[in-house]
C-alpha cells in the first residue's frame, strides 16, 4: 500500500538554522497522526512542506505518493489543509465561502452544489448556509474550515492545532467529526497542544522537539518505553493544599513504582499513578505541553 505520507530525511533550514533536522516519518493510510511538541519545535514547518507551501532545504517528501516539489498540484487535490492562519472569508456567507473554494477546485456545478450541502450538513452547519461568516462562533468557523477543506474529496486531511482557542464542549464537537471522518476512512495528520486531544483521537503519535523527532509511537509504546508507572514525590510546601512541585521517577511497571514506594522507610508526600503522555512529553522536552 503506498503510505499517505512519507518524509525521508528531510530538512528545512531558515537562516542557517535547520528548523527541521533529519526528519524521517512514515504515515499509513487510515492513521490519524498526532504532532506534538513545543512550540519552535517545526511541527507548523513539517505541515507547510507536507501542503506545498514550502519546499524542504534536503531530502524529499511524497504525499499520496505524490513529491511535493515536482507534483505539487497532484499532492493540492489529494489533501486537504486546515491551518491556523487559512481562515476563511469573513465578508462572504457560509455557502459563498463553499462556493468559491469549490469554483477554485474546478468542482463540476452539479456535484458542487451536491457535495456542499453534504459537507455543510456533516458539520452540522446546513441551516446557516446563508450566514456571514463573522457572525458565526469560533465552533461554527473552524467546523467551516473544515468543510470547505473537505470539499474536493481529498483523502489526507491536515489539521494545524484544529481545537485551539475552542471551549471543551466545541472542542470535543469536533473530535468527533475529526473521528466520524477517520471511520470513513480519512488519513488524519494534526498538530496539538492538548493532551487529551491526541489520547482521544490519535493512533500515533510523533513528538517533536528542536526538528526532530524525539518519540513515535502509539501511547501505548512511548508508555511502556519510557515506563508505565510512577512515583511523585512532593517538593517544597504546600500551597492551598497543592504542593508547589512534584519529583517524578519513572518505573517499567505500576507495580515497580508501587513496590519501590513501599520500600521507603518514609513515604510522606510520595504517591504513585500511571504515566500519562504530558509526563512523557515533560520528561522528553523539559516542558510543559501549553
Ligand atoms: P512549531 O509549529 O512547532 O511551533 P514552527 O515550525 O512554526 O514550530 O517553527 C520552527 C522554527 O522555525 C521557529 O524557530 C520559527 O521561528 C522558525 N521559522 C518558521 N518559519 C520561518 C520563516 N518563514 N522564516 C524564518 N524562520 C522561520
Known sequence: MTPAVCIQNVHKVYNNTAVVNDLTLVIQPGEIFGLLGPNGAGKSTTIRMLTTLTQPTQGQVIVAGYDVVKQPLRVKQ???????QTSVDMDLSVWENMEFHGRMHHIPDTDRQKEIDRWLDYVELGDRRKELVKTLSGGMKRRLQIARALLHQPQILFLDEPTVGLDPQTRRRLWEIIKGLNQQG?????????????????????????????????????RQSRGEGLVMKQKGDLQDGQAERWDYQFFPTMADAKAYLDQQPDKTGMMTRPSNLEDIFVDLTGRNLD
Not at 489529494?78 to 491551518?83: E, F, R, S, W
Not at 486531544?197 to 526538528?211: A, Q, T
Open 186 to 222: 480519512m488519513t488524519i495528520l494534526l498538530t496539538t497542544h492538548y493532551m487529551e486531544e491526541v489520547e482521544y483521537l490519535c493512533d500515533r503519535i510523533g513528538i517533536m522537539d528542536s526538528g526532530k523527532l524525539i518519540a513515535l509511537g502509539t501511547l501505548q509504546e512511548l
Open 78 to 84: 489529494q489533501i486537504g489543509v486546515v491551518l491556523q
